[in-house]
């Protein structure tokens, strides 16, 4: 009996521990997303500002130095993305697996 409630201890601790780290996981997890919308939000708004003034002192809207920035920062924020939601926003959770098969299966019909 006595060593049941040890065991019955042990577990209960155990869940504890686990639901304490999947929170702090969880509240990493959001504070990273707050802060690429920060970015991103700050990316649009500071671009806007530095096309519409560049185009009202004069300079040509459609050229390289008018969205040199948006260009160079936009890469800035595409990995800053990538580190967010992970390569595997992209590709899905099963585009490794699906393409395995999808070339095996070719394999398999090019030696049939």
């Given at each position: 009996?006595?060593?049941?409630?040890?065991?019955?201890?042990?577990?209960?601790?155990?869940?504890?521990?686990?639901?304490?780290?999947?929170?702090?996981?969880?509240?990493?997890?959001?504070?990273s997303l707050i802060g690429f919308y920060w970015h991103l939000a700050s990316y649009v708004i500071v671009n806007l500002f530095i096309i519409i003034l560049i185009v009202s002192n004069g300079g040509?809207?459609?050229?390289?130095?008018?969205?040199?920035?948006?260009?160079?920062?936009?890469?800035?924020?595409?990995?800053?993305?990538?580190?967010?939601?992970?390569?595997?926003?992209?590709?899905?959770?099963?585009?490794?697996?699906?393409?395995?098969?999808?070339?095996?299966?070719?394999?398999?019909?090019?030696?049939?």
């Open positions: 009996m006595e060593q049941n409630m040890e065991s019955y201890e042990k577990n209960s601790a155990q869940r504890a521990w686990e639901k304490e780290e999947a929170y702090l996981r969880a509240k990493k997890k959001v504070k040509k809207f459609f050229s390289f130095g008018t969205f040199a920035t948006a260009l160079f920062w936009g890469i800035g924020l595409f990995f800053h993305f990538l580190g967010v939601f992970g390569a595997d926003f992209l590709f899905g959770k099963n585009w490794e697996e699906r393409k395995i098969k999808k070339f095996m299966e070719k394999e398999r019909q090019r030696w049939e």
